[in-house]
């Protein structure tokens, strides 16, 4: 038995924890929810609480031609580097979880490395590239760099996913006569749908909320909707910009919920055949 | 693998795995489906990314030279910018640190329900606009803010306090964008750890605090490094938030950079510049790896 003494310190402990991972999680999630709710002003000051509330600014988005522009090219953008992405990436992922061949580390090591590459670096080589190519403030060059970041999201989340699933299914299904394209279509992609709908979500939210190479490639013809806020941001702070971040925090939590709701309907489907 | 091995295994082992002509086409395709994601980073990443080294030391003429090199070495301004740079990586690495460790060990240790909260707290501000999240910042802590307006209301200050465009501003705006890359990896590793270990240790008399010291933290530490590795890297080279929240003398290499190519024209310089940058974090990569292994570092880094 431990002395009562103890037990009280250990109930203290816990609660001294609570209280310090709550403030934690308040310093991580109050600045959110005080934009959002500062966005329902109907003043042009930024009061906290609102003293009366409307959606002055949300309708002020709506009329304004360059916002809804800004807000288009970066949803079909966004939507592109994500067809990409998963096109490319998760060919690759499985290359990378099933294939055995020299240099396998260093190549996977080489296709995740954009991840922690300084933005700016990147976006300073792509820049010289593209002003070659003539690609500058074009969106073609944007879809591209978008995708250079979007990769390393598939191919971590997807290449986690193949390694935990069963490489003997595949086989499986090539001993019964499976031609190795359709193995891989009917039998290896399935297998990691929830993977797939996540990876989706993120290449996407990547992409969408991506700023820097934006501001460096996006020249005055491609404006996506993040260099939008930055120009916003730096030279006029007006209050249309706390409508526009709640629509991003709300545009976030749905690609949360999609990539949840993937991964919440295969472990109850599998659950189920168990 | 030849018939002499086979036949000398038992009859189940033969029968489970397939015949081996079959097995080599099946192996050897996987590895060519990585061919379009090569093709393409070498392209778009890879090229421009040595080219961009290239500059670095070429001379107008077409030569090689170290001019570029010597003079980020030998002038005082660009010091003061590596100083800074590495200052905030240091402090911003610290305090998420000690915001985030015990965060992550509650998130491990308590019940399911309070776990899934703590998640959505952590992964919802990090996969929020850092654009949104600046200005957030902006509006809470900014002269005529928020916070200053209640300060100012409550009349515990008679002047605005001045938390934004400067170093000050850089720091929280940085801790609360990277805090969420420090909570993942030391939680992932958490949770892998067998609670019978510190509850072992407590039966065999040890306080909580000495359990914890000499059984949990230990054992958490490829997670903590995986975290202090990946922050202090993605701080070397961050942009945005000092850009948004920082003054004229919080100029760190990232916005160096940006000035070199966008005011000053000077390609070569911004080359050796982003050359530096890259080597830093390459050094810490490397160093961490070190540490913790490459597989474990890498693994940190998956964003779910």
Not at chain 1, 204 to 219: H, Q, R, W
Not at chain 1, 239 to 263: F, M, N, Q, W
Not at chain 2, 250 to 269: C, G, H, N, Q, Y
């Amino acid at each position: 038995m431990l002395p009562a003494s103890r037990i009280i310190g250990i109930a203290w402990g816990r609660v001294g924890l609570w209280v310090f991972s709550s403030l934690v999680i308040i310093f991580l999630i109050a600045p959110i929810l005080v934009v959002m709710i500062v966005s329902f002003n109907d003043t042009t000051l930024f009061e906290f609480p609102p003293v009366r509330w409307s959606l002055r600014w949300y309708g002020a988005l709506l009329h304004s031609r360059e916002w809804r522009e800004a807000f288009s090219l970066s949803l079909w953008v966004a939507a592109v580097v994500t067809a990409l992405a998963l096109t490319v990436g998760v060919p690759a992922a499985y290359a990378l979880a099933r294939g055995q061949f020299l240099g396998r580390r260093l190549l996977e090591f080489v296709l995740i490395s954009p991840m922690v590459v300084p933005v700016i670096v990147l976006a300073l080589g792509l820049y010289a590239l593209f002003a070659r190519l003539g690609l500058i403030g074009r969106p073609a060059g944007l879809l591209m760099a978008h995708a250079v970041l979007a990769l390393p999201v598939v191919i971590v989340i997807v290449g986690a996913a193949f390694r935990r699933v069963d490489a003997g299914v595949e086989l499986a299904a090539r001993a019964c006569g499976a031609s190795f394209p359709r193995a891989f279509w009917s039998v290896s992609l399935p297998s990691v749908r929830p993977a797939l709908i996540s990876a989706g979500a993120f290449a996407f939210l990547t992409s969408f909320d991506e700023v820097v190479l934006a501001l460096f490639l996006g020249g005055p013809g491609a404006t996506t909707l993040p260099k939008r806020i930055w120009e916003a941001i730096k030279f006029e702070l007006d209050p249309s910009l706390t409508a526009i971040s709640t629509l991003l925090v709300g545009l976030t939590l749905v690609a949360l919920c999609v990539a949840e709701l993937g991964r919440a309907k295969t472990s109850r489907e599998t659950h189920e055949e168990s | 693998m030849d018939g002499a091995e086979i036949v000398r295994q038992p009859a189940w082992m033969r029968q489970s795995s397939p015949p081996e002509q079959d097995r080599k086409p099946w192996r050897a395709r996987p590895g060519l489906m990585i061919l379009g994601a090569v093709v393409f980073l070498g392209a778009i990443y890879l090229l421009p990314m040595l080219t961009l080294i290239g500059w670095a030391f070429r001379d107008p003429k077409g030569g090689i030279t170290i001019a570029q090199a010597t003079r980020l070495v030998s002038e005082g301004a660009y010091h003061t910018a590596f100083i800074t740079t590495f200052r905030t990586a240091i402090i911003t690495t610290l305090v998420c640190a000690l915001l985030g460790y015990p965060l992550a060990y509650l998130m491990a240790t308590t019940s399911p329900r309070a776990r899934t909260l703590l998640i959505a707290g952590v992964i919802i501000p990090f996969w929020t606009s850092v654009l949104a999240r600046s200005l957030a910042w902006i509006i809470l802590l900014g002269k005529r803010g928020i916070i200053n307006e209640w300060l100012l209301a409550s009349g515990l200050v008679n002047a605005p306090l001045t938390f934004l465009f400067n170093s000050l501003g850089v720091q929280i705006g940085m801790v609360h964008v990277l805090l969420p890359f420090m909570v993942l990896p030391i939680w992932a590793v958490l949770m892998r750890l067998d609670q019978a270990l510190p509850s072992a240790a407590r039966s065999l008399g040890a306080s909580p605090a000495r359990a914890f010291i000499h059984v949990v933290l230990p054992l958490s530490l490829p997670g903590l490094v995986a975290g202090c590795v990946l922050v202090f890297m993605l701080a070397i080279g961050f942009y945005i938030t000092p850009a948004l929240l920082g003054g004229d003398r919080d100029i760190t290499i990232a916005s160096l950079i940006e000035m070199m190519v966008r005011d000053l024209l000077d390609w070569p310089f911004a080359a050796m510049l982003s050359l530096s940058l890259m080597v830093s974090v390459g050094a810490v990569f490397a160093f961490g790896a070190l540490l913790i292994g490459v597989e474990r570092l890498t693994g940190a880094e998956g964003r779910t």
